[in-house]
């Protein structure tokens, strides 16, 4: 198919120009642009040979044009200055980037028409609007390179149609990174979890609300105010603290250290701690336990005993205790204390001491059945006066003092004998059996004074069901004496508890109205059959109590009862009791002072328990059921609590 012919606005004798000349001018981007008529046409009409003379037809190809012909190749303004009979030659490029093309009629070099009008960049550089003269061969039948992109040849194509095979190194590689990424993900976000918890000691919510002692929205709360498990006025030094048991290291996991002063314990005030506004009846109490006798002051706890009437008593004194707020499991508990008014005046009753938190002090009804068990069997050790109905066995029948009944408890309420569907916190075990379930005490001080005008204190653990006559296996191996100045008590129980307890003068300077010194008093415990006490006093280890002493007893036919492994909370209060010991009220002096200049919980770095409601051993849906029991002071008896669980 021939080229599509343009048409040229020249004629005369000079047509018969070569058109290559033309078809390099297109190559070389310069347009075609029609001369202006000459002058004389804008005078007169054109004259009608002029009006029928035909438009110039396209060169022949081969073909030069004629220098009037070049000239209609220059641009306007170089042609307008060349003129319409210009014998000027043209210098065009060559296609092919050659010697430039010449017209066969001029003997001048085209050249020189170039040289005389000066050629500007879009006339080098433009297209005419005619492809076939840009110098490619645009003829249907003429392949190009990109021919098989758009025409497609089944026979060609026929192996790149059917496909090829992953098993290739790329193949292998792109599928083994996306097999590396999905099992990387899945170990993420399924095997991570599973894997921390097999492998992790579970996590408690020390204390707090959530894991971790987080919040509901899983950040750890950082309260204004001090408020954190450990007090930021603790020295670095006292974050570690050797075992009096195997000195191995323990870890600082609580502390309080009564810095600042003016804190109140009403209700709702501390985080951790909370004073009570109740009368003490369980013991026969002379005082009113009210908050306003508890504050800090001079960088102690400070607790008044004085004689003020209140409630019908005689007596203010002051109580408070960490009950469903703070508890340990297991570790070491220190106090650093300075005893209240004389050492050679009796009546005053300071104490330190811990409790399960299925029981509350003072809390009666709470505390009916729950204290001071501490047992795991089902036997009759957890019936009512330790007795079969039948009033056996002999021991417990008329094995206390003076042929009386060994116990007047009654009963263990959450006992291991507890049956399916009833009320119980668990756990349970794999045979469907509950763990037995109680309130046990442990005391770190009760300080009286001897007759002889001595003070010394006394460290106990109160337990049940009970030996036959209160004696437990305290020979050598299992009461371990470590101050030549302590021994054993010679009070071993009575109806409502068995103790094991020794006692020991202290520092005759670290009291109120002495030297006012201040001693550091605790005890450190591992809970279990196969467990041990061991008290502390002056900052050394005073005696120990092995748990092999309060194995089975065969007289009274119960078993094993254990060091506490219940959760245990921290009280601290100052009272008195006839119940206690003998009371001087000619020669007490009030107001007297009991002050606690810190209070810290220690525990192994790898068994550290802290919390009211642990695994194993949970109390807050228990105690959620019977509100009345815990709040309710006035109750006295568990029967009453039943009639009104929610």
């Known amino acids: 198919m021939a080229p599509r012919q343009a048409a040229y606005p020249f004629s005369g004798p000079n047509a018969s120009t070569s058109s290559s000349v033309a078809q390099s001018r297109f190559q070389h981007q310069q347009p075609l642009t029609q001369p202006s008529p000459p002058a004389s046409l804008h005078h007169n009409a054109l004259s009608q040979q002029q009006q029928r003379r035909p438009f110039p037809a396209p060169p022949t190809p081969g073909a030069s044009p004629n220098a009037s012909q070049a000239s209609l190749l220059l641009p306007p303004s170089q042609r307008q200055q060349a003129g319409p009979n210009s014998n000027a030659t043209l210098n065009v490029p060559s296609p092919r980037g050659g010697q430039p093309l010449k017209s066969k009629n001029s003997d001048t070099s085209l050249r020189s028409a170039q040289s005389s009008f000066g050629q500007s960049i879009s006339d080098k550089y433009s297209l005419g609007t005619d492809p076939s003269f840009w110098g490619a061969d645009l003829a249907i039948n003429t392949p190009e390179p ?337 101050m030549s100045k302590f021994e054993l008590n010679s009070y071993r129980g009575g109806q409502y508890q068995m103790t094991t307890s020794g006692i020991g003068d202290v520092n005759q300077q670290c009291y109120e109205l002495t030297g006012g010194c201040y001693d550091i008093y605790g005890f450190e415990y591992a809970p279990g059959a196969t467990g041990f006490i061991t008290w502390v006093s002056e900052g050394q280890a005073s005696w120990t109590v092995m748990g092999t002493g309060l194995g089975p007893d065969p007289l009274t036919q119960i078993g094993q009862r254990t060091i506490p492994e219940e959760p245990l909370y921290v009280i601290l209060n100052l009272g008195m009791s006839e119940n206690f010991g003998d009371v001087d009220f000619d020669h007490l002096t009030f107001p007297s002072h009991f002050e606690i200049d810190w209070v810290r919980v220690y525990q192994p770095k790898d068994a550290v328990n802290v919390g009211c409601d642990p695994d194993g051993f949970p109390t807050t849906e228990y105690i959620n059921m019977y509100p009345d029991a815990y709040t309710n002071p006035n109750l006295t008896v568990s029967g009453a609590i039943h009639l009104r669980r929610l």
């Open 146 to 482: 990109d021919d098989h992109i758009h025409n497609p040849d089944p026979r060609r194509d026929r192996k790149n149609d059917k496909g090829g095979t992953i098993f290739t190194a790329r193949g292998i590689a792109n599928l083994g990174c996306l097999l590396i990424l999905a099992l990387g993900l899945v170990t993420l976000f399924a095997g991570f979890p599973l894997i921390t918890y097999f492998t992790q000691h579970p996590l408690t919510t020390l204390g707090g609300y959530n894991l971790g002692g987080i919040n509901s929205s899983g950040q750890v709360p950082s309260m204004t105010g001090n408020w954190a498990l450990i007090d930021k006025d603790t020295p670095q030094e006292a974050y570690t603290y050797t075992s009096y048991q195997d000195g191995s290291t323990l870890e600082l996991v609580f502390s309080d250290e009564f810095n600042v002063d003016g804190r109140s314990f009403l209700p709702g005030d501390d985080p951790y701690w909370e004073a009570v506004d109740l009368h003490y009846w369980g013991t026969n109490n002379l005082e009113w336990y009210d908050p306003e006798q508890m504050t800090t002051k001079n960088g102690s706890l400070v607790i008044t005993l004085d004689k003020i009437p209140n409630h019908g008593l005689q007596y203010k004194g002051g109580m408070m205790t960490t009950w469903n707020k703070f508890c340990f499991t297991g570790g070491l508990i220190l106090v650093n204390a300075l005893l209240p008014g004389s050492n050679s005046v009796q009546g005053l009753w300071p104490a330190a001491w811990t409790m399960g938190n299925l029981g509350r002090a003072g809390f009666g009804a709470s505390l009916d059945g729950m204290w001071p068990y501490s047992y795991d069997s089902c036997d009759v050790g957890t019936l009512p006066n330790q007795t079969m109905p039948d009033g056996t066995p002999p021991a417990a029948a008329s094995g206390g003092y003076d042929g009386q009944p060994l116990s007047y408890l009654p009963g263990q309420r959450l006992s291991a004998c507890t049956c399916q569907g009833e009320i119980h916190p668990g756990p349970v075990r794999t045979d469907g059996t509950f763990v037995g379930r109680s309130a046990p005490e442990i005391d770190i001080l009760e300080a009286q004074v001897a007759a002889t005008g001595t003070g010394h204190v006394s460290q106990s653990a109160q337990f049940a069901p009970f030996n036959a006559h209160y004696k437990w296996d305290n020979s050598s191996t299992n009461a371990i004496f470590h």
